[in-house]
């Protein structure tokens, strides 16, 4: 079904709706990046004042979208994934990382989690309220005991999480999304999103850790499925739409219906995007070798910045702080140059294991396969 500028502009004649409505559309797509770049279309191309001669299309109330992804990470736009994730381990098992635009913390999301996303003006936008509709929803139809917290999360019987939120303001549209633990896997929550800092200085955004649930935990029937109708309902009340259906299914990976959309969602799967917006940290580690029947102790020091290593100290120190060879010396100074300027990922460090560093003899080949370790290391949080 296209729907796309067409849903948005010729919605009176398609589906019924007036312009002065508002729809809750679900996506048909479970690739977070796709659907990322559904919230980014949205916003990009849909307007929320009163109509002009100017502009495609116009909204009055605002747009709700249901989503939910395959297993994957999401940091927010200010964090430092190193940081925030056990990277390296989630790529292993196939989990995807990606960022969003909004800021906020890093959450997990697989089919176990329903994503709600809450398109208004930017004067019209309002956490609690959205987040009200929702509780008010689950416990009308679930018999659920759900309140919005303080920090506008969704708390269940008064001690658990069960809804994660975050925002991006633009000067005239906003949006309001947030998470909602359905029957997710709670223990790859607490396996990929444990900390794992490893010498890491960062002051980029942190994310504030909480006691999860899932809303199966008290109600073994409550599905995804199960759930689009009465938060559709909810909506369409809460909103006074004028709809003859509740929602409407959309395809963000059909370029005829949304226009440009397959140009964001490469932009969202850019290494630059994913790791390299990371605000500027610094790595400082040591590491033990053993070389030549000897064990050194090889320390490190990096300047990351925007992903790559700007600046790099290697500082190798034999036993019984014994002094090393000039080679030695010389070799940590050459590895640390050679790295300089390289995205700090394990991939690109272990290109250079075949890079030769001058006339080396054996012992200082063993040295370099060890800096590279450490270096390799470091890049992969071991």
Known sequence: ?????????????????TLNSSCILVSTCQDVHHNLA?????????????????????????????????????????????????????????????????????????????????????????????????????KENFKLNVAVAQRDDLILNDKFKVSGTAAKLGSKVAYHHFTLLVNANLDNVKKYLSQSEHGIDSRATASVRSDVANLTDVDRNITFSRLIEPLS???TVAQLYQTPDLWTYVDPTDESAFPGISGLASKLKRWDWVYG?????????????????????IAV??????????????????????????????LCADVSA???????????????????????????MEWTKCLLDCIYNTAKGN
């Open 277 to 297: 917006h990371t605000p500027t940290f610094k790595v400082q580690r040591t590491f033990s070798c053993s070389i030549q029947d000897e064990i050194v102790q």
């Open 38 to 138: 559904l919230e980014d279309w949205i916003y990009e191309n849909a307007s929320f004042v009163e109509p002009d001669t100017k502009s495609s299309f116009k909204w009055s109330h605002s747009l709700v979208l249901l989503w939910r992804n395959r297993p994957c990470i999401v940091i927010g736009r200010h964090q430092n994934c190193w940081v925030e994730c056990r990277l390296h381990e989630a790529l292993s098992n196939d989990v995807k990382i990606a960022r969003r635009r909004s800021g906020g913390g890093t959450v997990y999301h697989d089919l176990g989690n329903l994503n709600v996303t809450v398109f208004t003006s930017r004067k019209d936008y309002n956490r609690k309220r959205n987040l009200s509709i929702v509780a008010e929803a689950l």
């Open 233 to 235: 309902r909810a909506f």
């Open 338 to 364: 050679s790295i300089d300027g390289l995205r700090f990922w394990p991939g690109d460090v272990k290109e250079l294991e075949n890079k030769s560093f001058g006339s080396q003899s054996g012992d200082l």
């Open 1 to 17: 079904m296209r729907v796309g500028k067409r849903l948005l502009y010729g919605i009176a004649n398609s589906f019924g709706v």
């Open 301 to 330: 020091s990096l300047d990351v910045d925007h992903g790559l290593i700007r600046k790099s100290e290697l500082t190798a120190m034999g036993s019984s702080n014994r002094e090393l060879s000039a080679n030695v010396i010389k």
